[in-house]
């Protein structure tokens, strides 16, 4: 029990400090109003998420194909 208790306290703190570290990266990025450093700032959220959870990948994907049917070409890009 010791161990798994260990395992998933280690899971939370790395699941945490990943959307802290993504959300703090965001709101730098929006501070500056320049759309082309949110973009970037985007796409390496995105990309650290798909290498330390490749689960969501499937879960992003299809977020990303429905916003670019729905006319809106920025989003997932």
Request: with cysteine; aromatic share 8%.
């Amino acid at each position: 029990m010791s161990l798994w208790l260990t395992l998933h306290l280690i899971g939370v703190v790395l699941f945490v400090g990943n959307i802290i570290t993504a959300a703090l990266c965001k709101m730098r990025a929006d501070l500056t109003k320049n759309s082309v450093e949110i973009h970037s700032a985007v796409k390496n959220i995105l990309c650290r998420l798909y290498i330390y959870d490749p689960g969501s990948c499937p879960h992003h994907r299809l977020w990303q194909f429905n916003g670019c049917t729905r006319g809106n070409a920025n989003v997932g890009v």
